[in-house]
């Protein structure tokens, strides 16, 4: 029995609808895949950073955000830097360059913490100057001489 024209047509949309989608699923799978190597290439290594624990006896603890969501939640713990007595204060975070962050408390004892395992360095010893000294006054200059004013007498 011979197909008619119709059924051969509809065979043959078919076969073509099947390749079609076959070829989009696979150029989607390409897809979705070439987005995951480009998402892994761009990813930003996060540093470690002094996280503020509110405790004046243990103020910072180190911590390393693992991902962007993670980093973005620290960047809100703004505040000074701890000093004793403080009663708040801010994480310390290093720049970023990839993303544009400046850093957080990234100052010269921001840095001097961080590069201490988040432990507050300790201040140097109070030095206690000297008091300014001045010239030693210096002796007098001899004066001349007075004149002579009374004749010489000689006795003998």
Known sequence: MQQTDSARRRVTMRRRLGI????GATVTALAVGS????GASAQVEFPDICHSTGSNT?????NHPNNQGQ?????EHTGPIWSPGATEWGDIIP???????????WTAEGQAI??????????????TAAPPTTAAAAPPVP???APVTAAARFTG
């Open 20 to 23: 079609y989608a076959a070829i």
């Open 35 to 38: 987005i995951g190597v480009l």
């Open 58 to 62: 243990n103020p910072y603890v180190v």
């Open 71 to 75: 980093f973005e939640g620290h960047t």
């Open 95 to 105: 720049p970023i360059p990839a993303l544009n962050f400046p850093g957080l408390n």
């Open 114 to 127: 961080h590069a201490n395992n988040c432990e507050p360095v300790e201040p140097p010893p109070a030095t």
């Open 143 to 145: 004066a001349a001489p």
